[in-house]
């Protein structure tokens, strides 16, 4: 048992009195994040099921729940002279959940995801972070920025970047007109014209063209 855990508990003892077993420390063996319960063992010997890691017990319950890890050290709390128990003190925390009418947030150790209604949802990890609603998403991840919106999509990154619609691409549309472009000739009197003269202009802006575009 750690100092502080013991200083809790003989905060709680002194405040409820030892007769009743007001407050006992025990261990996180089962965690029902759809209830927002756990199961604690006492002393390795007594389970007590239905542990609420909230102070009440109602589903549309909104604000915070603080999710503990399995196998961490928890202060229990009795309600009064009832059987209910609950969570009063945590020492290690897997997951934090606030909800909020509409609003949902998940804090765990690795992620972060947020969602506002049935639309949007923002999503944070150590490798991306991506931001949805129900016509764009904005990804990033690594060295890139990709927006998708429909059938359209804008990627920028440290190699240029890139514009597609469908099957459709600015790159490929941009090299092939510069290609047509260098070899255009023209009907005169004298028959067909020559290419155009500053056609090396035109080759060498095309060769630009992979410098800032991508695809």
């Not at 429909?150 to 459709?168: A, F, I, L």
Request: overall charge negative; hydrophobic content about 35%.
């Amino acid at each position: 048992m750690s100092k502080e855990m013991e200083e809790l508990r003989r905060k709680f003892h002194e405040r409820f009195g030892e007769s009743g077993d007001q407050v006992f420390l025990g261990t996180v063996t089962e965690v029902n994040e759809d209830e927002f319960t756990c199961t604690v063992k006492r002393d390795d010997q007594v389970d007590y099921f239905d542990v609420r890691l909230r102070g009440l017990v109602k589903a549309e319950l909104q604000g915070f729940a603080f999710i503990p890890r399995l196998q961490s050290m928890v202060l229990v709390c009795r309600i009064g002279k009832s059987n209910e128990l609950f969570v009063c003190q945590f020492t290690e925390i897997d997951k934090v959940v606030f909800t909020d009418n509409d609003l949902e947030v998940i804090i765990d150790t690795e992620n972060i995801d947020i969602k506002k209604g049935e639309k949007i949802t923002v999503h944070v990890d150590a490798e991306r972070i991506e931001v949805t609603n129900d016509k764009v998403k904005a990804l990033h991840e690594a060295d890139a920025l990709t927006v998708t919106a429909d059938s359209t999509t804008v990627k920028t990154s440290t190699g240029g970047v890139t514009v597609t619609r469908g099957g459709s691409g600015l790159k490929k549309t941009l090299d092939d007109m510069l290609t047509a472009i260098q070899a255009l000739t023209v009907t005169t009197p004298h028959g067909p014209s020559s290419t155009p003269v500053n056609s090396a202009k035109f080759a060498s802006i095309q060769a630009d063209l992979p410098n800032y575009l991508e695809g």
